[in-house]
């Protein structure tokens, strides 16, 4: 099964308006982080935010915040106010704590923003 | 405060042949990664250091990959010898925090064509 499954393979969102992209992940650990990176097309990773399995609060960063439902495991990126800027590929990650501190990737989101 | 530094950004080889990567990570990071991103795909994890020890290398083909950190700081990743497959951008990031909560800072990348 895949740990992280992202089912968007590409969004577009109207410049200003606010976007959700879908995250699902697969793990029996009861200790595990979330994360959010973008990718630009100029290819280096940055890093957006974070969430951790025993957070009983809702992550945000600025116009970025990501909605956490445990029992369905998924942890969606909401992305408001989109910018012209926002245009890159995303990707959901997740790190076990448990199981041997492997780090998973999903496969991506690319968003375009249309001004 | 510098960033992740890979070199060389690209490489073009013949199938059999070696290469190899370089990485410096940000100073002060004690953990360090190095990942494969094939076209279209999510970053995989190889390989990840904690200082000058492994971390976890379950995902590394070890009987062509393999890398090291030189006295817990920079890194190289060598493919020996290379096959087509092994066409990809390899990552190399460095992270800071606990193992659980480790926030990962990327370099742009190394682009390697086995041709």
């Known amino acids: 099964a895949q740990k992280i499954t992202q089912t968007q393979p590409g969004m577009f969102v109207q410049e200003k308006e606010a976007v959700t992209l879908d995250c699902t992940y697969d793990?029996?650990?009861?200790?595990?982080?979330l994360f959010w990176y973008k990718q630009p097309s100029s290819g280096e990773m940055i890093f957006l935010i974070y969430q951790g399995s025993y957070d009983q609060q809702n992550a945000t960063e600025g116009r970025y915040s990501l909605n956490f439902q445990k029992a369905r495991k998924s942890a969606n990126l909401v992305i408001s106010a989109s910018q012209l800027g926002d245009s890159a590929m995303y990707f959901c990650a997740m790190r076990e704590s448990w199981t041997g501190n492997q780090f998973y990737f999903g496969t991506g989101t690319s968003l375009t923003v249309i001004p | 405060e510098a960033g992740v530094a890979q070199s060389p950004r690209y490489k073009i080889i013949e199938k059999r042949q070696s290469v190899a990567f370089w990485c410096n990570p940000i100073?002060?990071?004690?953990?360090l990664y190095w990942y494969q991103q094939i076209l279209g795909q999510g970053p995989k994890l190889l390989i990840q250091?904690?200082?000058?020890?492994?971390?976890?290398d379950s995902q590394l083909p070890k009987d062509r990959f393999s890398a090291e950190r030189l006295k817990g700081v920079d890194s190289t990743l060598k493919i020996q010898p290379a096959k087509l497959e092994d066409s990809a951008v390899y990552l190399c990031a460095s992270g800071i925090g606990t193992l659980a909560k480790n926030i990962q800072y990327f370099g742009a990348g190394t682009r390697l064509s086995v041709l």
């Open positions: 250091f904690q200082n000058n020890g492994v971390v976890d």
């Open positions: 793990t029996s650990d009861p200790s595990y982080g």
């Open positions: 100073s002060g990071h004690a953990t």
